[in-house]
């Protein structure tokens, strides 16, 4: 079966502007995760859902940051009127279930703003 | 204090020996515990999941969980210049809402 997949892989833009990424979980996990992944850093949660329970979004780090889940499946990470310092890699990775399962992680897509 | 703390790094260590890499976390309530490889530029890939005390093994690599002590460790036996990778703990835990944390991860270097 197919992984997890994310679009696009690499996204340039100015500062000022909105961008939007999609991830696309694998088929059946309930778990959806969002992380940042600066050069050379850790991973830095941002966002997760399970199932159709509210999500957790203590991570997101300014109200710039949205991301919405439709159908408990497709996720799609909003950043408006980015700034430079948002430029990082973005990853998704998803999950049979939360806390005990494996992360599954997508390739990522690399945000760059000018 | 950082909730998951792992050495930097870099590790160094010959072909054919033992890597052992170490990983701390502050919560107690963690229930869940996670080594992921990652290549440079490329995404994590789990190696190995650890729920209860002791030692799990799989292959050449051997978790190590101390909730006690508030510790997990992997080792890597037979090392290969393959494995050079960095290495990134994670912990599941939900107290307080559910949260996975990451340590920064720890770069080994096998060298041939």
């Known amino acids: 079966g197919a992984g997890v997949s994310q679009s696009p892989s690499n996204k340039v833009t100015e500062k000022g502007k909105d961008v939007e990424l999609r991830c696309d979980p694998i088929?059946?996990?309930?778990?959806l995760y969002w992380y940042r992944q600066s050069l050379g850093q850790g991973l830095e949660f941002l966002i997760y859902?399970?199932?159709?329970?509210?999500?957790?979004k203590s991570g997101l780090p300014s109200d710039r940051f949205s991301a919405e889940r439709t159908g408990g499946s497709v996720s799609t990470l909003t950043i408006q009127r980015t700034q430079q310092e948002d430029s990082a890699v973005y990853l998704c990775?998803?999950?049979?279930?939360?806390?005990?399962?494996?992360?599954?992680f997508g390739p990522g897509t690399r945000l760059t703003v000018l | 204090q950082k909730e998951v703390e792992q050495n930097s790094g870099p590790l160094s260590v010959p072909e054919g020996a033992i890597a052992s890499l170490n990983c701390t976390y502050s919560?107690?309530?963690?229930?869940?515990f996670f080594w992921y490889r990652q290549y440079s530029g490329k995404s994590p890939e789990l190696i190995m999941s650890?729920?209860?005390?002791g030692d799990k093994e799989d292959g050449r690599f051997t978790a190590q969980l101390n909730k006690a002590s508030q510790y997990v460790s992997l080792l890597i036996r037979d090392s290969q210049p393959s494995d050079s990778a960095t290495y990134l703990c994670?912990?599941?835990?939900?107290?307080?809402?559910?949260?996975?944390?990451f340590g920064a991860g720890t770069r080994l270097f096998v060298k041939a």
């Open positions: 990775a998803s999950s049979p279930d939360y806390l005990t399962d494996t992360q599954y």
């Open positions: 088929s059946g996990h309930t778990a």
């Open positions: 859902f399970q199932g159709n329970s509210a999500p957790d």
């Open positions: 919560d107690r309530g963690s229930q869940s």
């Open positions: 650890i729920y209860s005390n």
């Open positions: 994670a912990v599941n835990s939900n107290t307080g809402g559910f949260k996975t944390i």
